[in-house]
């Protein structure tokens, strides 16, 4: 049953159809009076920027309304969707996309010099298969680690007083994966531009060695502590794409959870640092067979694979 995205009742019906699909009127909530799901007449980009900025209202109608609560005039049975095949496309494109963003990241061996980037050659690609089903089983390592982690959390907390809330009367394990790779869009979106556009390593390094032109009324800082603080954001000292992948998709996957259980955020932490450890232990497992065959150096391609994947 969907719930309302402000107060999480349940409730059977989100929008009434009336004669064509964009003609339709939104329900309101019986405990709130408000909307109970204005993201029903939403366009997919305005769902995608508020997925990124961690909008709560927006994962609950993508976990719990997605594809329900439409009612059609004088049909009274609800739609249903199912939850496991938007699973299974999801998790794919998006495994796709983090298996090109590492293939990206390791198979250069400058990665601020895009010539010299594997090209598609019979070598690149099964590289990349490799790197694609290493991020498989890492993937498939990270979610089954939340999900027991989440079903012992669930077990250990105490029983919810009456009323249940709806989030946790409509709670689905299978809600957690779903969760997961909704999470994930963020540090994607940001990773997979940084893989597109990476700093030019000729003007970086020429950077070093030449000082820069400042405007004459330009403010500049001398102060010794600022100035080491400042040169913490650096290129070479600022591992950009390891703050975003474990940093930021860290506390987008916590953020997500938090949403779906309806728990601490103590409890969440310690879900997501769960998940880390049994991803980090499958990486150490696969990061040698990963490494080979990537046109740079084995035992180099499988430290870079580490790296990256271990937060």
Request: glycine fraction near 10%.
């Given at each position: 049953m969907p719930i309302c995205t402000s107060c999480a009742q349940p409730t059977p019906y989100l929008y009434t159809v009336y004669n064509s699909a964009y003609n339709f009127r939104l329900e309101q909530c019986t405990a709130c009076h408000a909307f109970a799901d204005p993201y029903v007449e939403h366009d997919t980009l305005t769902l995608l920027l508020d997925l990124i900025l961690l909008k709560r209202d927006v994962y609950r109608h993508l976990l719990y309304n997605r594809g329900l609560g439409a009612r059609k005039v004088g049909d009274k049975t609800p739609a249903k969707e199912d939850r496991w095949w938007l699973i299974a496309r999801l998790g794919s494109a998006l495994i796709c996309v983090d298996a090109f963003i590492r293939w990206t990241h390791i198979s250069s061996s400058?990665?601020?010099?895009?010539?010299?980037?594997?090209?598609?050659?019979?070598?690149?690609?099964?590289?990349?298969?490799?790197?694609?089903?290493?991020?498989?089983?890492?993937?498939?390592?990270?979610h089954a680690g939340v999900v027991l982690a989440c079903y012992a959390v669930l077990k250990l907390l105490p029983s919810p007083r009456s009323p249940v809330s709806g989030i946790r009367e409509q709670f689905r394990y299978s809600h957690i994966p779903l969760t997961l790779f909704y999470s994930s869009l963020t540090k994607l979106f940001l990773l997979f531009c940084l893989s597109i556009w990476r700093p030019d390593a000729t003007k970086t390094g020429l950077a070093t060695h030449a000082r820069p032109h400042l405007h004459p009324n330009a403010t500049t800082f001398t102060h010794p502590v600022v100035v080491r603080a400042l040169e913490l954001l650096d290129e070479d000292k600022l591992d950009r794409e390891w703050v975003v992948r474990n940093v930021l998709g860290g506390m987008a996957a916590g953020f997500g959870l938090r949403v779906v259980l309806d728990c601490h955020p103590i409890l969440t932490t310690m879900i997501i640092i769960t998940g880390w450890l049994v991803k980090t232990a499958v990486a150490n497992l696969v990061s040698g067979w990963v490494g080979m065959g990537l046109g740079v150096d084995d035992k180099a391609a499988e430290e870079m694979w580490l790296a990256y994947s271990i937060p």
């Open positions: 400058h990665p601020g010099d895009i010539s010299e980037m594997a090209t598609w050659n019979r070598a690149a690609i099964a590289g990349f298969v490799r790197i694609l089903v290493g991020c498989f089983f890492e993937t498939a390592a990270f």
